[in-house]
């Protein structure tokens, strides 16, 4: 009597990890959902990151024929450009943030 009641335990434990190890088909397809939205939001930093790069460096290039003017003139521009930078990088870094958040949710 003392065997079957172990060996009742043994395979209601044994039944119980196997279901809990197995994802079901619907929590598979969120995490897939999710994976997506992380991988769509890492690439709208990267992309947010190159436009800003691309605005910034037409900046540099302003800075650079205003410089054969004012150099100060051509300072201000350069200083704009860093800032364009800064802030492009600052927001880019927050939508990966949000990336990983969506990922952790997981």
């Known amino acids: 009597m003392k065997i079957n009641s172990i060996l009742n335990v043994i395979s209601a434990?044994?039944?119980?990890?196997l279901f809990s190890s197995c994802e079901?088909?619907?929590e598979e397809a969120r995490e897939e959902v999710l994976e997506q939205?992380?991988?769509n939001l890492?690439?709208?930093a990267d992309q947010l990151r190159?436009?800003?790069e691309?605005?910034?460096d037409m900046k540099e290039s302003n800075a650079d024929a205003v410089r054969?003017?004012?150099e100060n003139a051509a300072d201000r521009v350069e200083n704009s450009a860093d800032a364009t930078r800064d802030a492009v990088e600052k927001k880019a870094d927050q939508i990966e943030n949000k990336?990983?958040?969506v990922r952790d949710a997981k």
Not at 13 to 17: D, G, H, K
């Open 99 to 101: 990336a990983d958040a």
């Open 42 to 44: 890492e690439a709208n």
């Open 50 to 52: 190159k436009d800003g």
């Open 68 to 70: 054969k003017s004012s």
């Open 24 to 26: 079901s088909k619907q």
């Open 13 to 17: 434990s044994a039944i119980a990890l």
């Open 54 to 56: 691309k605005v910034a």
């Open 37 to 39: 939205k992380a991988d």
